[in-house]
Nanobody, 121 residues
Framework: HVEIVESGGGPAQSGGSLGLSCEAS????????IGWYRQAPGKGRELVAM???????EYGEAVSGRFTISIDKSKNTAHLQMNKLKPAATALYYC???????????????WGQGTQVTVSS
């Protein structure tokens, strides 16, 4: 069983910074990819950033150059540093995790509960 634990987020001023963390806890699994998607009121869920087991990263167009994703592999925890925040970043941020169990080798995906980020102008 793999559990997704999110932390961070909250309120920020426009131009400010915030951080998010997402820990994958459990046993007998390996992370394939971990990161965040966000959903603003009345809008669909969009990619923010993902990091993969080969250390490659993927960013949404709206955040590229301002957000940075990293991973502490020893703790199975991803971190998202969000700089130069804009009011448009206000949304519920969901951690997405893709993993493979050790045995049998099954690929699975899951989502965290979501963390609110609110940026005021």
């Amino acid at each position: 069983h793999v559990e997704i634990v999110e932390s961070g987020g909250g309120p920020a001023q426009s131009g400010g910074s915030l951080g998010l963390s997402c820990e994958a806890s459990g046993s007998d699994f390996a992370i394939r990819g971990i990161g965040w998607y966000r959903q603003a009121p009345g809008k669909g869920r969009e990619l923010v950033a993902m990091i993969y087991s080969d250390d490659s990263t993927e960013y949404g167009e709206a955040v590229s150059g301002r957000f940075t994703i990293s991973i502490d592999k020893s703790k199975n925890t991803a971190h998202l540093q969000m700089n130069k925040l804009k009011p448009a970043a206000t949304a519920l941020y969901y951690c997405k995790l893709s993993w493979m169990t050790t045995w049998p080798p099954v690929v699975a995906e899951g989502w965290g509960q979501g963390t609110q980020v609110t940026v005021s102008s």
